[in-house]
């Protein structure tokens, strides 16, 4: 049975004899492992972060609109050549979970977003926050970043942001949009939302709702989750996320991967189809064949206009280990063709990782969440080329101890490739480093070698502090490579966290971080690979309390 909590973002600053207006939290997911063997959804199957508003009375000199609807641009960063560039210049609030797109007719011009907190104080001491996915934008190949709104609506926060571009420079951003009754606690499932441009992300049509979430976090209802988009050709692009079916108190009874298309630039899309379908190899959540219990779900498009879709399904209902699998869909109406194909069996189950205090996987010394998921993308120079790209713990000490600060964890990448269209699959490649890896994603170049940027701690031996790494296949196909730090400074998110660090569970480490984001992103353009991550560096002072913060950090790479 999943548990749900909250687990505020700010809980140092927030006491219940505040009177607090339009102030948001993440709601944590927990279990135990007694309680997740068998039942419910496994970790990596839990629905993701989302948002939820506590809504009261207040002074509020400030106006929440000038949150939700600011004027526009709302400010740029100063130009920088560094090789790190902070992407943010709004307030000193959080950015996690990165996703950036380059322009394939302007590489100058290059799209990023995250999941976007906005927080301040007003003059009698309400804290007010909201979380909004802006545009992030850049003409100058990453110099000077200026951030874009996107007008949501009525909707009151957004998250899971993902970017893409079609091949004539029209951008799309899905997110995840929340609405809450004002006053009558959380939350309404979320919808599926998609907002285009067709001015590099200067402007931003008001989002299309592709797919609806009906009933609450409590109840009944349809809660869709983690979506993720990528385009095609003159205005065609398709939309891929997970439908949690929930019972009474919010119980998952199924959670199957969906799609949805456009072919018009983003103004109309088709009704969303389930496109995981059942094989020997799934558990059907009642029980056959059907692969219903998924989960981050990743779309891709072949040099001959094929797309793909790569996701998590429950391989095992004991141990909670997953597999990848693929689909291929239709383009035109996005219905699956073929598949699901097996691509590898995942060791991301119960006792594979230790357990933060909220329930979820994480790793050695640490509170913030973690996950086994990456991508899959697909070569330009060969049609049948794909690879996916995930992080297990294979190489680790197993079983993980629960106490993460007994444990001894060596989480690494791990990618497989297809050479017949996803069909078959070739036996896992680890990328064996000290330490833990995490959270990757891949990208082909334009000469066929595969690109892998990750979350990496082998630079630090004790395991705590993280950098970022690009590796670059040395030849196309070979699975073979180097790997590059793409990070000038490293960050630690065991400890001293402004954010999202309520919880000291080891005085040894007081406020670490409980969320980092569950991924990061990279793209490549004609200028090379473009990479965005969480980054902690800076420090972040809010109210009488300084520490890491959170922000959204930009790096090219040849």
């Known amino acids: 049975m999943i548990h749900r909590v909250r687990v505020f973002l700010l809980p140092t600053l927030l006491t219940l004899s505040m009177v607090v207006l339009g102030v948001y939290s993440i709601l944590g997911l927990t279990t135990s492992r007694a309680h997740a063997a068998g039942q419910g959804q496994p970790f990596t199957h839990q629905k993701s972060n989302v948002v939820q508003a506590i809504l009261d009375s207040g002074d509020a000199p400030i106006n929440l609109g000038d949150f939700k609807n600011p004027p526009s641009p709302i400010c740029s960063t100063p130009t920088s050549s560094d090789k790190n560039v902070n992407t943010d210049c709004e307030l000193t609030a959080p950015h996690n979970e990165t ?40 003409f100058d190949g990453g110099k000077t970043w200026t951030t874009y709104p996107i007008n949501y609506k009525s909707y009151i926060a957004t998250g899971d942001p993902a970017v893409a571009f079609d091949a004539n420079g029209t951008a799309y951003l899905s997110t995840l949009g929340f609405l809450f009754s004002q006053g009558l606690g959380c939350c309404t499932n979320p919808d599926v939302l998609v907002a285009h441009s067709t001015d590099g992300g200067k402007t931003w049509s008001t989002p299309s709702r592709v797919a609806h979430g009906t009933g609450t976090f409590s109840s009944p209802g349809i809660f869709n989750d983690k979506e993720y988009v990528t385009a095609w050709g003159n205005g065609n692009a398709i939309v891929t996320w997970t439908v949690f079916n929930d019972g009474f108190n919010g119980i998952t009874i199924n959670n199957p991967i969906f799609d949805a298309v456009t072919h018009d630039g983003g ?107 990456g991508n899959i993308t697909a070569d330009p120079t060969n049609a049948q080329h794909l690879a996916v790209v995930w992080s297990d ?32 699959w070739s036996a896992p490649t680890v990328l064996a480093a000290s330490g833990d890896q995490f959270m990757p994603w891949g990208a082909y170049d334009a000469s066929g070698k595969l690109r892998i940027g990750y979350f990496d701690r082998s630079y630090d031996a004790a395991n705590h502090k993280f950098g970022y790494t690009l590796a670059s296949e040395t030849s196309a196909g070979s699975l073979s490579f180097s790997s590059t730090q793409v990070t000038t400074t490293l960050s630690d998110p065991t400890q001293g966290d402004r954010w999202f660090s309520g919880l000291t569970v080891n005085s040894n480490f007081p406020h670490p971080s409980s969320f980092t984001g569950d991924y990061s992103g990279i793209n490549v353009g004609a200028n090379g690979v473009v990479l965005l991550w969480t980054d902690m560096r800076n420090t972040a002072c809010f109210t009488t309390r300084c520490g890491l913060g959170e922000d959204a950090f930009f790096a090219l790479a040849a």
């Open 393 to 424: 713990m294979r190489n680790s000490t197993l079983p993980a101890p629960s106490d993460p600060y007994k444990a001894k964890t060596n989480s690494d990448i791990v990618v497989s490739q297809s050479k017949d269209g996803g069909v078959t």
């Open 267 to 373: 103004k109309t899309w088709t009704a969303g189809t389930e496109i995981s379908g059942s094989a020997s190899f799934c558990i059907g959540a009642q029980g056959g064949t059907t692969c219903n219990q998924d989960q981050f779900s990743v779309p891709t498009v072949a040099a001959d206009g094929s797309i793909y879709v790569a996701f998590e399904s429950l391989a095992n209902a004991t141990t909670g280990r997953d597999q990848y699998l693929v689909v291929k869909v239709d383009p035109t109406t996005g219905q699956r063709v073929a598949g699901p194909y097996k691509v590898a069996g995942l060791i991301d189950g119960i006792t594979d990782y230790p357990i933060d205090a909220e329930g979820r996987q994480t790793y050695q010394d640490s509170q913030f969440r973690t996950n086994s998921a």
């Open 99 to 138: 996703t950036i797109a380059v322009n394939p007719t302007n590489p100058l011009n290059i799209i990023a977003s995250a999941n976007d907190y906005q927080l301040i104080t007003s003059s009698g001491g309400t804290i007010k926050e909201t979380i909004f996915s802006r545009a992030h934008v850049t």
